[in-house]
């Protein structure tokens, strides 16, 4: 057999019940493949891929809090601390029901590849819980951030692990966490990322993610002698991500006719009021149900739908397999063009396969969505120096970052004779930065 299915078939009989980690590590060996088997036996002796897949650390804990009746409630923490090839530990913090071990894993493994794009010196970590922020007041919120803070300010700091914001953690929650960080451990550092402006946080952390995600598609769009200029765009979630990437879009001359939320979504057909989007979902923490009253000529429908609108790019912003091949097969017979992932692994594998196989141009979350973490570390350069770069230094940097990622993994899967397969190159590219810096430091 060999190595790289050696090693695939171990990881999933050692990580039982991790369905999301086995995609992400099938999704990363497939593709780097051919680099494996180029020097197979130098690979298997070193155990590179045993190492690669295997967490450098993982830490559980007990999250107790007391809810506003006066009741305690139990939730789980989790911190993945998977590699530190290239730097300290860096990744977003989860808070959503949905929540265990094997998305932290699997978001955690993406991210070591995803921080190695970037070209900036992090390493790959993830964290979370499965409390869920919603329908919480303030004070719930802060009594889980700070127990959960408690626990984890053991094993993070400004050189060791920067975790950042993720689905249900924004600023309200990074500020609660840094404040008890402080708190317990005496030093103001900058051991989060994605804070608040007053604090230490970065101008343009809080668009970077969205707006990374469209400097790449138009990159991509333009290396095949077009631009979003004009374009229909779909697009699915309403947090973070989903508002900034929309109003980049905007931005850029695109109409995007779409937004979703867990319960539902929203078509209209004049393009998304950002403004009142992020009225209903930053300010008021409410349902998009709520979109009408903004917007009376739009429609508001339960459950999912958005990828049943005709467009000509797709961008999913939302979760892990919310776009599934029934979903694949609705766009591309509306004639879709490209499909860059806001969110991590959006696509299922074989929604993906019918992607590649029909000639749409495809990103994955690894590079489209890397201008998050980017950004993340240059609010870690700032910290590091004590000072404050403007929105449009921040914003420039970010922009050179994403157009540079697309030639590095366009260049990557040219170079493998896989030219198109913005996967492959993504992976590949990941990889070999990290890997020369693996095989450098020794069996660690
Ligand atoms: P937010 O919590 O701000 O928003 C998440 C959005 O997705 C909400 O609209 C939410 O709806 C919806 N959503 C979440 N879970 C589900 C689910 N299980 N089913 C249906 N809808 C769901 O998170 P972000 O925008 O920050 O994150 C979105 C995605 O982008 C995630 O995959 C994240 O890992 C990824 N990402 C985020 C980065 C960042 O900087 N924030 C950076 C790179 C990637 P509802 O409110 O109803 O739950
Ligand atoms: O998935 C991600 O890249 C993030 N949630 C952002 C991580 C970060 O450290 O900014």
Known sequence: ?????????SVIA????????????????????????????????????????NPERQIKFRVPWVDDKGNVQVNTGYRVQFNSAIGPYKGGLRLHPS?????????????IFKNSLTGLPIGGGKGGSDFDPKGKSDREVMAFCQSFMTELCKYIGADTDVPAGDIGTGAREIGYMFGQYKRLRGVFEGVL???????????????????GLLYITEELLKSKGDSLNGKTVVVSGAGNVAIYAIQKA?????????????????????????AALKEIKEVKRARLTEYKSYRPNSEYHE??????????????CATQNELGIDDAKALVANGVKAVCEGA??????????????????????????????????????????????TFDEVDAKLKGIMVNLFHNIDDAAKRYGFEGNYVVGANIAGFEKVLDAMNAQGIV
């Open 1 to 9: 057999m060999s190595y790289v299915d050696e090693v695939l078939e």
């Open 250 to 274: 905007q931005q850029l001359g695109a109409k995007v006719v779409t937004c979703s939320d867990s319960t539902g979504w929203v078509y209209d057909p004049d393009g998304i009021d950002v």
């Open 303 to 316: 459950g999912k739908g958005v990828w049943t609108v005709k467009a000509d790019i797709a961008l999913p």
């Open 99 to 111: 929540v265990n071990l094997g998305i932290i894993k699997f978001l955690g493994f993406e991210q």
């Open 193 to 211: 990322t994605g804070k608040g402006l007053s604090y230490g946080g970065s101008l343009a952390r809080t668009e970077a993610t969205g707006y």
């Open 344 to 389: 991590n692994m959006p696509t299922t594998e074989e929604a993906t396969k019918f992607f590649q196989d029909n000639g749409v141009f495809f990103i994955p979350g690894k590079a489209a969505n890397a201008g998050g973490v980017a950004t993340s570390a240059l609010e870690m350069s700032q910290n590091s120096e004590r000072l404050s770069w």
């Open 14 to 53: 050692k990580n039982p019940a991790e369905p999301e980690f086995h995609q992400a590590v099938r999704e990363v060996l497939e593709s780097i493949r051919p680099v494996i088997e180029k020097n197979e036996d130098a690979f298997r002796k070193d155990a590179l891929l045993e190492r690669i897949t």
